[in-house]
């Protein structure tokens, strides 16, 4: 496999490959901090319903050991 896929090291001037990648990131990085905010927060719901279910079962084992 090659080693500059991108072909960077053909680049004649890295200042400006330096500030076109960095507005890149500028366009990107936002969109993909949003993305992984919004998953983890829905993540976060998933496991607070996890969670929950979980105590609804550990407290249902509990009744049926207290009343068996």
Not at 36 to 57: H, P, Q, S
């Amino acid at each position: 496999m090659e080693n500059d896929v991108l072909g960077f090291g053909n680049v004649e001037d890295r200042y400006w490959l330096a500030l076109d990648l960095f507005d890149v990131r500028l366009m990107i990085e936002p969109e993909i901090v949003t993305w992984a905010c919004r998953k983890a927060t829905d993540m976060m719901r998933w496991i607070g319903l996890m969670n929950n279910i979980r105590a609804c079962a550990d407290e249902i084992v509990l009744n049926d050991i207290v009343y068996s």
